[in-house]
């Protein structure tokens, strides 16, 4: 959530930064409504302070001796009354007017970085750099046509089940998969993270907390009769983990890693990547997540962006790293580096993981800070997906695949697989 302060005094930068994104916003009638709460906020405070010496002078004149029934002290008591009467209708307006003032930050997303590259959308995103050597190579198989001959999941079983983009692994697949998780959550503790293992049920205020809602209530399934919604990533109960807290400047960073299902409508994307593991409504993920000092900030994101890096290395998948720009940032972040694997079956790279830096912005809608002798800030925040499972899979079938139909396993992988290869039965 946008800082307030900076909505009261500096409306035009909100209004400048948020156009990068394509975002017109009414800043002035924002301004104005936060501007009100303030001065409220400042009467109700200086009436309370009046409140509380005229009620001091009242025990100080009855202690003194003076009749409790006096004209006196009845005319303070009297003075009293009217001040809390005051106080309570200020506090009723400053509700509805804080409320209202919030509801239409929510709605704002993060303002971008400077160093955020300007654009529209995904075409002016711009590479960074490359890793590997991309197979390229006419008559491959898709990873779906490699999971259908190897019978590694089933589609029109879970259709049955469920409805459809939702799959069931079966056999190689469902060990390849839970191999995937085990291998990355022992990667990323070997490198310091704490492992933590989340609810996947999580309430309205964890969403809102992490930047899911208001915005996104449609993208999320949501328990009809409860306050519990199916978490979209892992990034949301993490995030909810020091929720309300203070976190002592001495323990920064927190470095999390956790194993997650995730579960995601994809409202608009229908068409697109119906087959296969590349876009699901249940996929499983391995998010990292660090809370952070803000002068370390942009540091940790370079180290988070080469701690999910190391993942596709290990597995010799080649990839690319992407700068977002701002027309293609996300709505929580500041800046992200998306790493996007290559699949050479589509000859293609796609997305596999967005590295991103939220600065304050889930940390103000959660009330996260640190305290550094007597002084209390906002923390920030960062995360990325250390992978998301499904396509790594759909990753190594169509990198590894071999014209017998078989598939060979990568070495640091070999070990948690059990073997060196999938092969047809």
Same mark, same amino acid.
């Given at each position: 959530?946008?800082?307030?302060?900076?909505?009261?005094?500096?409306?035009?930068?909100?209004?400048?930064?948020?156009?990068?994104?394509?975002? !017109?916003?009414?800043?002035?009638?924002?301004?104005?409504?936060?501007?009100?709460?303030?001065?409220?906020?400042?009467?109700?405070?200086?009436?309370?302070?009046?409140?509380?010496?005229?009620?001091?002078?009242?025990?100080?004149?009855?202690?003194?001796?003076?009749?409790?029934?006096?004209?006196?002290?009845?005319?303070?008591?009297?003075?009293?009354?009217?001040?809390?009467?005051?106080?309570?209708?200020?506090?009723?307006?400053?509700?509805?007017?804080?409320?209202?003032?919030?509801?239409?930050?929510?709605?704002?997303?993060?303002?971008?970085? $400077? !160093?955020?590259?300007?654009?529209?959308?995904?075409?002016?995103?711009?590479?960074?750099?490359?890793?590997?050597?991309?197979?390229?190579? $006419?008559?491959?198989?898709?990873?779906? !046509?490699?999971?259908?001959?190897?019978?590694?999941?089933?589609?029109?079983?879970?259709?049955?089940?469920?409805?459809?983009?939702?799959?069931?692994?079966?056999?190689?697949?469902?060990?390849?998969?839970?191999?995937?998780?085990? /291998?990355?959550?022992?990667?990323?503790?070997?490198?310091?993270?704490?492992?933590?293992?989340?609810?996947?049920?999580?309430?309205?205020?964890?969403?809102?907390?992490?930047?899911?809602?208001?915005?996104?209530?449609?993208?999320?399934?949501?328990?009809?009769?409860?306050?519990?919604?199916?978490?979209?990533?892992?990034?949301?109960?993490?995030?909810?983990?020091?929720?309300?807290?203070?976190?002592?400047?001495?323990?920064?960073?927190?470095?999390?890693?956790?194993?997650?299902?995730?579960?995601?409508?994809?409202?608009?994307?229908?068409?697109?990547?119906?087959?296969?593991?590349?876009?699901?409504?249940?996929?499983?993920?391995?998010?990292?997540?660090? /809370?952070?000092?803000? $002068?370390?900030?942009?540091?940790?994101?370079?180290?988070?962006?080469?701690?999910?890096?190391?993942?596709?290395?290990?597995?010799?998948?080649?990839?690319?790293?992407?700068?977002?720009?701002?027309?293609?940032?996300?709505?929580?972040?500041?800046?992200?580096?998306?790493?996007?694997?290559?699949?050479?079956?589509?000859?293609?790279?796609?997305?596999?993981?967005?590295?991103?830096?939220?600065?304050? /912005?889930?940390?103000?809608?959660?009330?996260?800070?640190?305290? !550094?002798?007597?002084?209390?800030?906002?923390?920030?925040?960062?995360?990325?997906?250390?992978?998301?499972?499904?396509?790594?899979?759909?990753?190594?079938?169509?990198?590894?695949?071999?014209?017998?139909?078989?598939?060979?396993?990568?070495?640091?992988?070999?070990?948690?697989?059990?073997?060196?290869?999938?092969?047809? $039965?």
């Amino acid at each position: 959530m946008l800082d307030q302060r900076l909505v009261r005094e500096n409306p035009k930068l909100i209004a400048r930064e948020l156009s990068r994104r394509g975002i !017109e916003v009414d800043v002035i009638t924002l301004q104005k409504i936060a501007q009100q709460q303030r001065d409220i906020q400042e009467e109700r405070s200086n009436l309370q302070a009046v409140g509380k010496q005229i009620g001091k002078e009242v025990g100080q004149k009855i202690q003194m001796g003076l009749d409790p029934k006096s004209n006196e002290v009845t005319e303070l008591r009297l003075r009293g009354n009217e001040i809390k009467a005051k106080v309570a209708n200020l506090e009723e307006r400053e509700k509805t007017i804080s409320s209202n003032l919030k509801e239409k930050l929510l709605g704002l997303p993060n303002l971008p970085s $400077k !160093e955020c590259p300007n654009g529209k959308n995904e075409k002016d995103n711009q590479e960074i750099r490359f890793w590997g050597n991309p197979r390229k190579e $006419k008559n491959l198989k898709e990873h779906w !046509e490699i999971g259908q001959q190897l019978e590694l999941f089933d589609t029109e079983r879970s259709a049955k089940i469920s409805q459809s983009r939702f799959v069931t692994l079966i056999n190689q697949g469902a060990r390849l998969e839970r191999a995937l998780i085990n /291998f990355m959550l022992d990667l990323h503790v070997a490198k310091g993270y704490k492992e933590v293992l989340p609810p996947v049920l999580v309430n309205t205020a964890s969403l809102t907390g992490s930047g899911q809602l208001p915005k996104f209530a449609e993208e999320s399934f949501q328990c009809s009769d409860d306050d519990l919604w199916l978490t979209p990533t892992a990034e949301v109960p993490v995030t909810s983990l020091h929720r309300d807290e203070i976190i002592p400047f001495n323990q920064l960073p927190l470095r999390y890693v956790a194993y997650s299902p995730c579960f995601r409508r994809e409202a608009g994307s229908y068409g697109r990547d119906t087959r296969g593991l590349i876009r699901l409504h249940q996929f499983n993920k391995v998010e990292l997540y660090w /809370f952070v000092h803000p $002068k370390e900030s942009k540091a940790s994101h370079l180290q988070l962006t080469n701690d999910a890096e190391a993942v596709l290395q290990a597995l010799e998948l080649p990839y690319r790293v992407i700068d977002l720009c701002t027309g293609d940032l996300g709505f929580s972040a500041s800046r992200t580096f998306d790493l996007e694997v290559w699949l050479p079956a589509a000859n293609t790279y796609r997305e596999i993981s967005s590295c991103s830096i939220c600065d304050a /912005f889930q940390a103000r809608r959660s009330s996260i800070r640190t305290k !550094e002798g007597q002084n209390t800030q906002l923390i920030h925040t960062l995360n990325g997906s250390g992978l998301a499972v499904g396509r790594t899979m759909a990753a190594l079938l169509e990198n590894g695949q071999r014209s017998d139909g078989s598939v060979d396993i990568p070495k640091a992988l070999v070990p948690y697989f059990g073997a060196s290869q999938l092969k047809p $039965k």
